[in-house]
């Protein structure tokens, strides 16, 4: 009988290790608990394990520093998928730029825009002239804290405009250092890039302040993009913040969900999938997620899709751009 529980104990413990060799452990690089990437890395982890169960997906969000160290933890396999803000994926991807001069990763790929991070080139009234970003010039400009993706962000739209940060008066703040600081006198504007609606630009217009959200022409975004092809035009309404009374014509680059060539296709395929035909779930994780939409999925997108991503998008009837087509989708075809 003691050989007979034995056998059944050895048994039992093989095919409980066979079930947890084929689970699929989906670890999801974010950012500060503090902030948006957290939460929603969560909640997608939380929606891949619950609508991909017969998978046996467990997905997990992870906090991390970031985007700059979500690109390493994928190139060390520390984590399957990561949010990435759009212009660190370009950098990474291009090898230029910030971190990643004379390194690119080639092998880094897109899977879906998620939501957009908007930019908010704020200036006192008395110091606008046309309406658009390049009133910012001869400017007091904070261009956010140093070594922020704010400035490097900030840095790349001032050289689409030919400029530089010896072309204003530059300071390394907050959000809301800005708004104090352009309410006592000392700053004529700053960048704020953020989901709609900013809370500091929301209590600059409550409190009084006289400056106003600037412009970006069609022309000032091509420039842009000319140096790294991540903003798309994006529309503050009508309203939006108290005291701006039309429409904001500016631009955004994706907040994207990203991972690397090597993952499964057919994984990544069903976490695609996951997402877009359950999307009355995906908006219930954040504010921000409500923006998650089929129609805007690719705005902005800096690298070319993961294959699966890919092949979801084609089906779903997606006009694919040329530069997101994988390289692994043209070899197939070959």
């Not at 000319?226 to 939006?240: E, K, Q, Y």
Request: contains cysteine; negative net charge; proline residues 4%.
């Amino acid at each position: 009988m003691k050989k007979s529980l034995l056998l059944f104990l050895v048994a039992l413990t093989l095919v409980l290790s066979g079930c947890i060799e084929r689970r699929e452990f989906i670890t999801i690089a974010t950012a500060s608990a503090g902030g948006t990437y957290y939460p929603i890395g969560v909640g997608l982890g939380n929606l891949w394990t619950e609508i991909l169960v017969e998978d046996n997906v467990k997905g997990t969000g992870q906090s991390s520093a970031g985007s700059v160290e979500n690109i390493q933890l994928l190139k060390n396999e520390e984590a399957k998928v990561a949010i990435l803000q759009g212009l660190i994926g370009a950098q990474a991807y291009e090898g230029r730029g910030g971190n990643f001069e004379g390194r690119p990763y080639k092998d880094l790929r897109s899977i879906s825009m998620l939501w957009s991070n908007v930019e908010h080139f704020v200036l006192m009234d008395k110091e606008i002239d046309t309406g658009t970003i390049s009133d910012i010039d001869g400017k007091s400009f904070s261009v956010g804290p140093q070594a922020s993706g704010t400035e490097q962000s900030t840095i790349v739209i001032m050289e689409g405009l030919g400029l530089t940060k010896k072309d204003i008066t530059p300071e390394y703040l907050g959000y809301d250092d800005t708004i104090s600081a352009m309410r006592d006198g000392r700053l004529d504007g700053g960048s704020l890039p953020a989901g709609v609606p900013v809370s500091s630009i929301m209590d600059m217009a409550a409190s009084g302040v006289k400056a106003s959200v600037l412009d970006v022409t069609d022309e000032q975004l091509d420039s842009i993009n000319s140096i790294f092809n991540t903003w798309f035009r994006f529309v503050i309404p009508a309203g939006t913040y108290t005291g701006i009374d039309k429409e904001i014509n500016t631009i955004a680059q994706p907040n994207f969900l990203a991972t690397t060539a090597e993952m499964d296709a057919d994984l990544v395929y069903k976490l695609t999938k996951a997402i877009y035909e359950n999307l009355d779930k995906v908006h219930q994780i954040h504010n921000s997620a409500t923006e998650i939409q089929l129609e805007s999925a690719l705005n902005g997108l800096p690298t070319p899709l993961h294959i699966g991503a890919y092949k979801y998008f084609v089906e779903a009837g997606l006009d694919i751009p040329e530069h997101l087509v994988p390289p692994e989708a043209a070899e197939g075809q070959q």
